[in-house]
Antibody, heavy 120, light 107 residues
């Protein structure tokens, strides 16, 4: 069974940092791109960024709103992707989801989400 | 960046109604469009990919159409479990963007 499980969310002060994890199982993690999507309370979905597979040179891409602040990485030996978030602002408060992008059927599985709250 | 404009932002409908949601891209995205359903407190659920392909396990009352810049999600006969928020998303190139969402409520 395909599973994606996010962890690492919590309360952080403005200007602080947090690292989220996305643990995958049930599929060939190393062959998939992983995307991060966030959703502020009561708002719509916002694509955050993605990391491609080793075959695609682990290429990353980010939304303009997080470029230079957030970094996506992965450890294929641990079947885990990460979202390092620095210089956090209150507007980064959201539920953060990870999802996979497989050739043919993108974004078919999502994690349950992890809540990040940026507040003093 | 490619902008996705979804309409309407909300609608009220009755069980059994035919419901249509539209999504317009600011430039051509071929058929690189997904549709999702999201219920409160839950992750989005993929309904349609590549504009018109029904995701496995999704009821056939859901269908998608369109290419280029104009896309449509249709629910042929609305069921009680379909009351939710629906989003389109282009996956043509990064940055990927979502439409603003359509909340389908009970009339």
């Amino acid at each position: 069974e395909v599973q994606l499980v996010e962890s690492g969310g919590g309360l952080v002060q403005p200007g602080g940092s947090l690292k989220l994890s996305c643990a995958a199982s049930g599929f060939t993690f190393s062959g998939s791109a992983i995307h991060w999507v966030r959703q502020a309370s009561g708002k719509g979905l916002e694509w955050v960024g993605r990391i491609r597979s080793k075959a695609n040179n682990y290429a990353t891409a980010y939304a303009a709103s997080v470029e230079g602040k957030f970094t996506i990485s992965r450890d294929d030996s641990k079947n885990t992707a990460y979202l390092q978030m620095n210089s956090l602002k209150t507007e980064d408060t959201a539920v953060y989801y990870c999802t996979r992008h497989e050739v043919g059927v993108p974004f078919d599985y999502w994690g349950q989400g992890t809540l990040v709250t940026v507040s003093s | 960046d490619i902008q996705m404009t979804q309409s309407p932002s909300s609608l009220s409908a009755s069980v059994g109604d035919r419901v249509t949601i539209t999504c317009r891209a600011s430039q051509s995205i071929s058929s690189s469009l997904n549709w999702y359903q999201q219920k409160p407190g839950k992750a989005p659920k993929l309904l349609i990919y590549a504009a018109s392909s029904l995701q496995s396990g999704v009821p056939s009352r859901f269908s998608g159409s369109g290419s280029g810049t104009d896309f449509t999600l249709t629910i042929s006969s609305l069921q009680p479990e379909d009351f939710a928020t629906y989003y389109c998303q282009h996956i043509y190139r990064t940055p990927l963007t979502f439409g603003g969402g359509t909340k389908v409520e009970i009339k």
